[in-house]
């Protein structure tokens, strides 16, 4: 497998990328298993990934649909105690993100509820929630607005700090985490 | 044995532990982003530091050793050409992703110099590596991202953005690649517009005369100065001068270092950002980076223009640490505003193959003729900060570790591998 083949000119949109690194950095280097329900995403994927239906060290599952994800849960059951479950799920304010308009299916995440339903199933199949994240948060997106505003007035000292402004806020934890664009749940198996 | 010698012994000694399978790796920290979790290979702008920086040794001092490194640098890129002509994972910042810009024009330069040196050395093997750069020059460069409606190269095949020293990084690969196959036409169909270009970014007057804009789009010019990235236009500028004999090129690169050098802090430090009203984001101040400016001011002194640069100097070699490596900046924590912290920011005191690569080519190219030292490196370690945390930085030949204030490890890259181990989302920031 070679890493970093998708051109810059056809990246996925940013939080799903930063979300697929988040992976990396918590699967220290094991391949993992992969249910991947975003077509649009299976280059990111591959470019980082060796891809495998059998790894038992961890797994990351990308959009959860509402088809059928009580389904894949099962393709989850073999993973080893303590083993990372890495959930990316776009949230309701995924909808705003003009690349994933065109993109097919229900995802799970997108209705209001929608994830705290699959987190009680995956809780139920033995999995423990140990950490929850919100990527692209409303506060971003909102420095990010000011920002631009602000190189308009020909502020554009000012607009660069709160650029970066931004970027320092670009993910959050806890009760703001479903506000933002994309969810990364950490699930342990079997409690961790 | 002077001080430019032994910091490059150092120095490469330290690239030598930040090669895995594929090439150099190591995590990123800039201006526009990070990339602090990819660690694996990047085969970007850092390899046209290292492989000048290493034909730079072997022509100095003659020793073989030298160019073979080289060649070894040579042969990642050619490895590492996918089918598309791309180079993977050559985005730096943008790790991981490939058609980085101007990443892959710096990564052709690479192979042409090596590809020139073997050639003038009349030594085999060297159309491999010309091979290679022609065919990303060809089919990216010259096939996706020139506008023959705009005559320009463009930085992205979606939209009409230009960026002068990125364009100018593009007109250096093309200098080499004409040169080698003597394909002339391309000086004026190519090479003399992008220049002309660049030059109509140039500020003509006032505060910041000489400045070239850091990017367009379409008509819109985008009014930033960014002194290390208009000392990558100043060599692009000198050969236009030399090679199409035409005086505006050589009036323009004098132009950018008389900018630069007002701009110099008395401790010989730059700003990062200068804008159109006289403001500037200061920070971060880069460190390892500086090599650009030097090697930019050295490319104009035989012009007669003589602005001592021996502060900035000074301020790159203080930045070396006893690993080896040189870090990055100061006051990265200041970036968003601010002032920095008496403890250095984690981003300033990281050691960047992608900018250490620039530092080692200039000061590669200073050396007297003779080997270098024999020098040892040590394990680097130092407290600092990253998004309000303390962390202990230490950083070995074999790895860079990081812990919180209670001992525990939060963060930790072996060298060679891929991808950084972290449980901290802190280190996900892009």
């Excluded at chain 1, 199933?121 to 919100?134: D, E, N, V």
């Excluded at chain 2, 790159?316 to 970036?335: E, N």
Aim: glycine fraction near 10%; include cysteine.
């Amino acid at each position: 497998m070679v890493i970093g083949t998708r051109p810059v000119y056809e990246l996925a949109p940013q939080e799903y990328r930063y979300a697929l690194d988040a992976c990396a950095g918590l699967l220290a280097n094991t391949p993992p298993l992969v249910i991947n329900n975003l077509p649009e995403l299976t280059g990111e994927i591959q470019q980082r990934f060796p891809v495998t239906d059998e790894s038992v060290t961890g797994a990351i599952w990308l959009e959860p649909m509402r088809l059928d994800w009580s389904g894949q849960i099962k393709k989850l059951e073999n993973l080893a105690n303590g083993a990372p479950l890495l959930v990316i799920a776009s949230q309701p304010l995924a909808r705003i993100l003009p690349e994933r308009r065109g993109w097919q299916g229900q995802p799970v995440g997108l209705r209001p509820g929608g994830l705290g339903q699959l987190r009680r199933a995956l809780q139920r199949s033995g999995f423990s929630l140990s950490a929850r994240y919100g990527l692209h948060t409303p506060l971003s997106i909102g420095l990010n607005l000011l920002s631009g505003r602000l190189d308009r007035l020909g502020q554009k000292a000012l607009a660069d700090r709160v650029y970066f402004a931004a970027r320092l806020r670009y993910r959050s934890t806890g009760l703001t985490a479903p506000l933002a664009t994309v969810g990364l749940w950490h699930f342990s198996k079997g409690g961790g | 044995m002077g001080r430019i010698e032994t910091a490059v012994a150092r120095l490469e000694l330290w690239l030598e532990t930040m090669r895995g399978a594929g090439g150099y790796g190591g995590p990123v920290a800039h201006w526009w982003q990070q990339s602090l979790v990819y660690t694996g290979p990047g085969l970007d702008w850092r390899y046209e530091g290292i492989v000048a920086g290493y034909l730079s040794l072997w022509q100095r001092t003659g020793q073989q050793i030298w160019l073979d490194k080289a060649k070894r640098a040579g042969g990642d890129l050619i490895n590492g050409q996918l089918e598309n002509s791309h180079f993977a994972a050559s985005a730096f910042e943008l790790n991981p992703a490939s058609g980085g810009t101007p990443h892959e024009a710096a990564a052709d330069c690479a192979l042409l110099l090596l590809a020139k040196s073997l050639k003038q050395a009349e030594q085999s093997g060297w159309e491999k590596y010309l091979v290679a750069a022609e065919r990303n020059l060809t089919d990216y460069f010259i096939g996706r991202l020139w506008s023959d409606e705009h005559r320009v190269f463009r930085d992205s095949p979606n939209g009409l953005t230009f960026v002068p020293n990125k364009a100018a990084t593009i007109c250096e690969a093309l200098f080499e690649l004409v040169a080698l196959t003597g394909k002339s036409d391309w000086l004026e169909q190519y090479i003399r517009p992008t220049l002309d270009k660049i030059i109509e970014h140039q500020v003509k007057s006032g505060k910041v005369a000489g400045a070239v804009a850091q990017n367009s789009f379409g008509a819109r010019r985008i009014e930033k100065y960014f002194p290390i990235y208009n000392a990558r236009c100043v060599v692009a500028l000198l050969r236009g001068y030399e090679v199409l004999a035409e005086k505006k090129y050589f009036e323009a690169a004098l132009a950018i270092v008389a900018f630069i050098s007002r701009w110099l802090r008395p401790d010989g430090s730059l700003p990062t950002v200068i804008y159109e009203n006289g403001e500037v984001s200061r920070y971060p101040l880069w460190v390892a980076p500086l090599g650009d400016v030097l090697r930019a001011a050295e490319a104009v002194r035989p012009y007669g223009f003589n602005r001592n640069f021996g502060t900035t100097l000074d301020y790159l070699l203080a930045g070396q640490d006893i690993s080896g490596g040189i870090q990055t900046a100061r006051g990265f924590a200041a970036q968003a505003g601010g002032k920095p912290s008496t403890i250095p920011d984690l981003r300033d005191i990281l050691h960047v193959a992608g900018w250490c690569d620039k530092a080692f080519r200039y000061l590669a190219s200073q050396i007297e003729a003779a080997p270098l030292p024999e020098v040892a490196i040590e394990p680097f370690e130092a407290e600092c900060i990253f998004q309000g945390k303390k962390l202990h930085f230490l950083e070995t030949a074999e790895r860079v570790e990081i812990r919180q204030s209670d001992a525990k490890i939060v963060y930790s890259w072996q060298k060679g591998q891929a991808w950084a181990n972290t449980t901290r989302p802190e280190f996900w920031l892009r």
